[in-house]
């Protein structure tokens, strides 16, 4: 009788581990969708259709008890697990960046509560850049950030969080006063920098591998009254975009207000040997005073671009950037693309070498490449930026001097997969065409929301001297590195 019992037990052992891994989470009731399910594809499909995780499970918790108990299970089952926000990682980051994890993913975790006498902010990680924007504006609030509606408020602060009133307002991460989170050992904790100052600090640049955060408290600024979207588009040659580029590092080296925000958009020119040549940006003042701020550069560009002009609120400028609509609802297309960054120190701007070296490469290797690309110049520094008078020790995010942030941005043709071979080499080219005629110690660094798995420096570029300190972290606060991911923190 026992031995028989035995036997069965025996023969039913390893389907049991699986499937009670799978009962287990059944039990708590929390909404789940496992692999076979009719929801399974869509919730686990990245927005960068280059990569193709399996998560063991999809799960969508209410409130925070259910993402600890969520951990817990996955503590015990030894099962990596994620937070999954926005979905915009663009290495799928936020289904695990491998296959096999317990997927958290915060959508129902969405209210977003203004206390307007203290100019506060409590945000769930449920939500989206544009329902954020929306909901603090209806209460005459701003926030720093991106311009993509649909990039989820978890990552973006967790990493940076930059728009065109950074220069203002700092970074999203800048504006964190707590941070709501479950920690690997299932604890729910609001962290400060008085309750734990270490995790505070590591939170705010690195959170994915420190733990699950359910909501951030930020403070919030005043919306402008009015507010500015400006474009200047040229289409120019190698000489005359090299110049473009060395004007555009002199004018912001000035004395331009901290309203201006801006990037140069690079993007295929319409014969070889050219390239469009966009300056796009935000002004948050009075639209009178624009054109003496521009003046500077322009006197040094060609005459007549082509210029779009929209003034509005506040609200409106978002919108605006955000390519005309601020819904989040609708599922937004996917693509299939490869992205490199480069922060360039303000010590040692780009030589002239290094700008002729990049205006010719996009122009010829860009006008032959059969990805759909673009490259951003965007502007971090210049004099009293708000992102650089933040003390590089202050928060993990450690490239606080950079004058600019490139993204190198390349879809496959069609934007659909598989990714082609071209489409890498092309971005290396285009970094290294920067990198190879600047200093040889040139202390340049990468931006960790442009996450780029390709990236073999990644600990050096993105966290630099910073690293040291969050691995002893990792080692203390998730030894068992149950957060894992690609170029995650580990212990
Ligand atoms: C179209 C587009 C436009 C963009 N524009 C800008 C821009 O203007 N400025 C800019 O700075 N960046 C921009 N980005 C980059 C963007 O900031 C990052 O991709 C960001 O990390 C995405 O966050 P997410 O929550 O949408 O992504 P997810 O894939 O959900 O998460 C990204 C990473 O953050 C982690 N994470 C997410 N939520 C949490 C949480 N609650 N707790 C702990 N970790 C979490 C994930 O685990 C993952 O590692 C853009 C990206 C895209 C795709
Ligand atoms: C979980 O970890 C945190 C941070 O190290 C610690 O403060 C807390 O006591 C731990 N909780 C448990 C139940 O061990
Ligand atoms: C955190 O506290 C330390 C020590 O009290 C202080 O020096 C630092 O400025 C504080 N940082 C923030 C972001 O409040």
Known sequence: MLFA??????????????????DKIKRTGIDATFPGDPSYLSASSPFNLRFTWKPAVVTYPENPEEVSQLVQIAVQYNVQVVALSGGHSYIANGLGGQSGVLVVDLRNLGKVTVDSSEGTAVIETGNRLGD??????????????GTCAYVGIGGHAAYGGFGFTSRQWGLTLDTIIAINVVLANGTISRVTNETDPDLFWAFRGAGGSFGLVTSYEVKTFPAPPSATVFEYQWFLDIATAAKGISAFQSFVQTDIPLQFGAE????????????????????YAPVQGLQAVLAPFLRQMPANPEVTLNTGTYLNSVRVLAGGSLDTKPPESHDTFYVKSLMTPTNSPMSDA???????????????????WFVQLELYGGRNSAINNVPRDATSFVNRDSLFTFQFYASSPGKVPPYPQYGFTFLDGAVKSVVSNSPANWEYGAYPNYVDDMLLDWRLRYYGSHYTRLQALKKKYDPRNLFRFPTGIDP
């Open 5 to 22: 019992k035995l036997l069965v037990v025996l023969a039913s052992a390893l389907p049991t581990i699986a499937s009670t891994f799978k």
């Open 132 to 145: 954020v924007a929306t909901a603090l504006a209806n209460a005459g609030r701003a926030l720093p950030h």
């Open 264 to 283: 140069v958009n690079f993007e295929k020119g319409q014969t070889s040997g050219t390239l469009s040549f966009t300056l796009v940006g935000g002004w």
């Open 354 to 372: 290094a700008v002729l070296a990049l205006s010719r490469y996009l122009s010829v290797e860009g006008f032959a490449s059969q990805t759909e």
